[in-house]
C-alpha cells in the first residue's frame, strides 16, 4: 500500500465531515490501484467528474489486495482493480456488488539490452518466462500481492514454473507501485512484468527494454467494484454509482481514457473496455441514459 495511506484515510473522513447547519459534501471515497494513479489518468477522470457534476471524488493508491481489504473495513466506496480472482471473491464475499470493465492495457516483459535470457522477440509470456527460469537469469517481483503481481504470478503458473532461487528477487518496496519496481529493476539490469503505462512514463528515465509483449496473455484488465451498502450500510452508494455511470458512459469517462496520454506519448495509455462503450462502438449518442455497465446502452441503430 502507498505509504500514509492509513493517515490519509483518516484525513478525508475528518476533513469531508461538515459543520452543523452546513449542506454535506457530496463525496465518493476511491481506492485504486496505484498504475492508473501513477499514469495520471484517476486524478483526469476525478476532476472532469467534479467539474460537471459538483460531486468530489479523492483516492487512495493501494495494490489490488490492499485496496479490496481496505474495503472490507467499510472505509471505501468504490475500488478500481486489476486482478479478477481477489475481485471475485470479494463480490462472493458480499463486499462488493458487480465488475464493472472500465478499461484495459497490456502488461509487458522488460530486461536488459543484453537479454542474456535470449527472450527478445518471443511470441508468449510463458515461453519468455521459461527461458528467464532456465538461465536463472535476474528476476523483480514487486511480491505485494497486488493487481501486477498476482498477474505475473498467474504468467508463472500457466508457464508451469514455481520461481524461486537467488535469480527471483522480490523488491522490498514493491508496494510503493510499478514506477518505483521498474526503475529499480533497471538499476538490477535485471528483467520483469510491467504493465505499459508505467513503462511509457519513465521510459526516458531507463535503459530496459520491452522484450515481450502481444500475448493475449499480457492483457491488464481494469474493473471498477462498487462497495455493498449490505455489508457497509455507511458507504455513498448513491455518488459512487454516479461516478460509475460517467466513467463508463461513451462520451464522459470512456472518451477521455480513449485520448489519455496520447499527445505526450503518440498512444493512448489504456483502451476503453465498458459494456457501453463496446455496444455503441464508442458512439456519444444516448450515453447520458447509460446504466451500470452489466447493463449497458442500446447498439446504435444503423
Not at 477521455?256 to 459494456?275: H, M, N, R, V, W
Request: aromatic share 8%; proline share 5%.
Amino acid at each position: 500500500m502507498h505509504r500514509y495511506c492509513l493517515g490519509l484515510i483518516c484525513c478525508f473522513l475528518f476533513g469531508f465531515t461538515t459543520l452543523q447547519g452546513a449542506e454535506p459534501q457530496r463525496f465518493v471515497f476511491m481506492a485504486s490501484t496505484i498504475g492508473p494513479i501513477d499514469s495520471g489518468i484517476v486524478a483526469a477522470l476525478e476532476d472532469q467528474f467534479e467539474k460537471e457534476t459538483g460531486i468530489r471524488v479523492r483516492h487512495v493508491g493501494a495494490g489490488t489486495g490492499a485496496a479490496l481489504d481496505l474495503a472490507r473495513k467499510c472505509n471505501i466506496d468504490l475500488v478500481m482493480v486489476h486482478a479478477k480472482a481477489l475481485e471475485e471473491k470479494f463480490i462472493t464475499d458480499g463486499f462488493g456488488t458487480e465488475r464493472i470493465p472500465l478499461m484495459y492495457n497490456d502488461f509487458v516483459i522488460m530486461g536488459p539490452e543484453a537479454d542474456p535470457a535470449g527472450i527478445k522477440g518471443m511470441k508468449t509470456a510463458a515461453e519468455a518466462l521459461q527461458a528467464i527460469s532456465t538461465k536463472q537469469a535476474p528476476f523483480i517481483s514487486r511480491g505485494d500481492k497486488s493487481g501486477t503481481h498476482v498477474a505475473e504470478l498467474d504468467l508463472w503458473a500457466k508457464a508451469g514454473i514455481k520461481p524461486e532461487g537467488a535469480w527471483y528477487r522480490v523488491y522490498e518496496k514493491g508496494a510503493d507501485g510499478n514506477v518505483p519496481t521498474l526503475l529499480y529493476t533497471d538499476q538490477q539490469a535485471a528483467y520483469t512484468v510491467i504493465d505499459r503505462a508505467t513503462y511509457l512514463s519513465v521510459k526516458d528515465k531507463i535503459k530496459l527494454s520491452v522484450l515481450v509483449e502481444g500475448d493475449e496473455a499480457l492483457l491488464n484488465h481494469i474493473s471498477l467494484i462498487p462497495v455493498s451498502k449490505q455489508k457497509c450500510p455507511g458507504v455513498n452508494n448513491k455518488d459512487a454509482m454516479n461516478f460509475v455511470n460517467w466513467l463508463t458512459a461513451p462520451c464522459k469517462g470512456q472518451k477521455i481514457i480513449a485520448s489519455f496520454g496520447k499527445d505526450t506519448y503518440g498512444q493512448p495509455l489504456f483502451i476503453p473496455e465498458s459494456t457501453a462503450w463496446k455496444a455503441t462502438n464508442g458512439a456519444c449518442k444516448g450515453a447520458k441514459d447509460c446504466k451500470p455497465s452489466s447493463k449497458g446502452c442500446p447498439a446504435k441503430k444503423k
